[in-house]
């Protein structure tokens, strides 16, 4: 069974820190990861995607790290604002040619002044 | 360029009733695709529609149907309602056979009594 895993389950930071985010996976054969960022009450939005063979990839203050080998994925916030409070959201896509996603629950991170 | 949008943004019913859903894909979006999400929990695939037809499904009861109109627009319902189907749902627009991203919009809360 297609599966993703998230850690933590929330996390608490004083603003301008740091903080990496942890996604574990198990779909197979892979496609594709996603990084989602989720406000209160509002839907998620894309902010990065890996493919297989990409390692890191950065948009912003947003750092994306992948090791297909162990299957598992990284998200680092640099200098963190307090905008950045959200709930964070691994998504891995499957190989058989569907869109078909499998979403982890997410870390809800806090960011305090 | 709107995004997607769902209606109505709130929902209450009682249990045992019915509702229905609504979402407007992004232009130029032909593939739509539903979810629940359960408070502090990821997105749970529901079905996805292309073409008018139900391509997918996630692990959900015959309770949960949709369609889709020659305009890509999308309807969900659910029938005999339970207290359990209280959530966000979520619908997320893309264009097949492409690795863009599913763009959400911002759900429809239902909250059953």
């Known amino acids: 069974k297609n599966q993703v895993e998230q850690s933590p389950q929330s996390l608490i930071i004083l603003e301008g820190k740091n903080c990496t985010l942890q996604c574990n996976y198990t779909v197979s054969p892979f496609s594709n990861l996603r990084w989602y960022k989720q406000d209160t009450g509002r839907g998620p939005v894309s902010l990065t995607i890996?493919?297989?063979?990409?390692n890191t990839k950065s948009n912003g203050r947003y750092t994306a790290t992948l090791d297909a080998d162990t299957k598992q994925s990284s998200l680092h916030i640099t200098a963190s604002q307090l905008s950045d409070s959200a709930s964070y959201i691994c998504?891995?896509?499957?190989?058989?040619?569907?869109?078909?996603?499998?979403f982890g629950t997410g870390t809800r991170l806090t960011i305090i002044p | 360029d709107a995004g997607v949008t769902q209606s109505p943004t709130h929902l209450i019913k009682t249990r045992g009733q019915q509702v229905t859903l609504r979402c407007s894909p992004k232009?130029?979006?032909?593939?739509v695709s539903w979810y629940q999400q359960a408070l502090g929990q990821g997105p749970q695939f529901i079905f996805q529609y292309y073409e008018e037809e139900e391509r997918q499904r996630g692990n959900f009861p015959d309770r949960f149907s949709g369609h889709q109109f020659p305009n890509y627009s999308s309807e969900l319902n659910v029938n005999a309602l339970l207290l359990g189907d209280s959530a966000l749902y979520l619908c997320a627009s893309s264009l097949r056979a492409t690795n863009q991203p599913q763009h959400f919009g911002d759900g429809t809360r239902l909250s059953i009594l």
């Open positions: 998504v891995v896509r499957d190989q058989f040619g569907n869109e078909k996603l499998t």
């Open positions: 890996m493919t297989f063979s990409e």
């Open positions: 232009s130029g979006h032909d593939t």
